[in-house]
């Protein structure tokens, strides 16, 4: 048994599919096919369930795979500890970010104004499904990812974003209920904000009547401008992103507020470069929080 076959291993585990591993892998289709023949001679056991042009993973390949990964990811520790010992305050930090578009990037442009030699890797969109592979994320919490430990960042309050000319704009609070037949804009299922602005409404005793969907927040914000429809938005991370033509109401019932963390596998190891950056946006999210947030003002 070699490295190579524990990678392919694990990628034809992920995606089930060898055409699709063989691609990824940039290696023939016969060649991989050979390969895992060749890991479950090994085994003694086989780790798929083939049915015609379909394969499956089975219980034995489940077992092996947790294993496998665990191997891989340890080999991979031991890498990066080696270069994190050469590479002073430099190397390249696997960065996910389904929340924050807004302010991450400022973040990371103070960040690097006191560390050039770090890098980055960015990673926006994925689903709780199929998580990336990263070093830190910075989500809401609790992140649905397992074995994870995570540190708060900020909590911030959910306003109603509407139009500068909504029946509502004039108005320095509301109960959610009473947007209950106004047209929202949301992100699309999945993604955090939407499940929580989903949950909120159902708290509030009706289903948001949805007639934009977005995966972009950028556009989310430009349909509200345009006067297309109303959404909750976050008061810190959306900080001065939607514009002067849309106002933001309180909400007074249910309590609308998000936490934002910043998280890390359990078993992952951490380069200096993670923990400098780590404890960076610790401090700067805490800086965030201390500013007031805006109240019925526009953004």
Request: hydrophobic share 40%; proline share 5%.
């Amino acid at each position: 048994m070699d490295l190579l076959q524990l990678r392919y291993f694990c990628k034809i585990a992920r995606l089930e599919h060898i055409t699709r591993a063989a691609e990824e892998l940039h290696v023939s289709q016969p060649a991989l096919s050979k390969t895992l023949k060749l890991l479950e001679q090994e085994l003694g056991t086989e780790l798929f369930d083939r049915t015609g042009k379909f394969i499956r993973l089975n219980n034995y390949g489940r077992v092996f795979l947790k294993y496998a990964e665990q191997s891989l990811e340890a080999l991979e520790n031991g890498k990066r500890e080696l270069a994190d010992m050469s590479s002073g305050q430099a190397g390249d930090i696997r960065l996910a970010f389904p929340v924050g578009s807004h302010v991450v990037p400022a973040l990371l442009s103070r960040f690097r104004q006191q560390y050039p030699d770090i890098t980055f890797t960015l990673i926006q969109h994925f689903g709780p499904s199929d998580p990336p592979r990263f070093d830190l994320c910075i989500s809401s919490l609790p992140l649905q990812i397992p074995r994870v430990e995570s540190l708060p960042l900020l909590t911030e309050e959910l306003f109603l974003a509407v139009p500068a000319d909504h029946k509502l704009a004039g108005k320095t609070s509301i109960r959610l209920e009473d947007a209950a037949e106004e047209h929202f804009v949301t992100l699309r299922a999945g993604n955090d904000l939407r499940e929580r602005t989903d949950s909120l409404c159902r708290i509030a005793g009706f289903n948001p009547k949805r007639i934009f969907e977005s995966d972009d927040p950028a556009t989310v914000r430009g349909l509200i401008r345009a006067g297309l429809g109303i959404a909750l938005v976050p008061a810190v991370s959306w900080d001065g992103s939607v514009g002067e033509h849309v106002r933001l109401i309180r909400i007074e019932q249910p309590v609308c507020e998000r936490t934002i963390g910043i998280s890390w596998l359990e078993d992952h190891y951490l380069s200096k470069a993670c923990l400098i950056f780590r404890e960076f946006t610790v401090a700067y999210f805490r800086e965030l929080a201390l500013a007031d947030a805006p109240g019925d003002s526009s953004l």
